[in-house]
């Protein structure tokens, strides 16, 4: 079993950046990559950005520029670093880790909310 907790989420104006944490406790020794999953209001959940083990990364086009994610392998902990938020980056974001090519583990959530 993996858990994983997220924070370093919370309100800021549009143009803002925040950084979120996401550590990762258990079994980590099993995962492989990790990702970030945002859902806002009324919307399906959607990847936002994902890190492979050995730090190849890809990003939801909406996203690209804008935010990096990273991963601390030492601490099991993943990081997306959000710059130029804006307000439709509202939304709560969640860890994921992946476990035999699924996203098998979540995080509970936090919430994000740029204002306008």
């Known amino acids: 079993q993996v858990q994983l907790v997220e924070s370093g989420g919370g309100l800021v104006q549009a143009g803002g950046s925040l950084r979120l944490s996401c550590a990762a406790s258990g079994s980590t020794s099993s995962l492989n990559g990790m990702g970030w999953y945002r859902q806002a209001p009324g919307k399906q959940r959607e990847l936002v950005a994902a890190?492979?083990?050995?730090?190849?990364?890809n990003y939801a086009d909406s996203v690209k520029g804008r935010f990096t994610i990273s991963r601390d392998n030492a601490k099991n902990t993943v990081y997306l670093q959000m710059s130029s938020l804006k307000p439709e980056d509202t939304a709560v974001y969640y860890c994921?880790?992946?476990?035999?090519?699924?996203?098998?583990?979540w995080g509970q959530g936090t919430q994000v909310t740029v204002s306008s």
């Open positions: 890190i492979s083990s050995g730090g190849t990364t």
């Open positions: 994921a880790a992946e476990y035999w090519g699924a996203w098998a583990y």
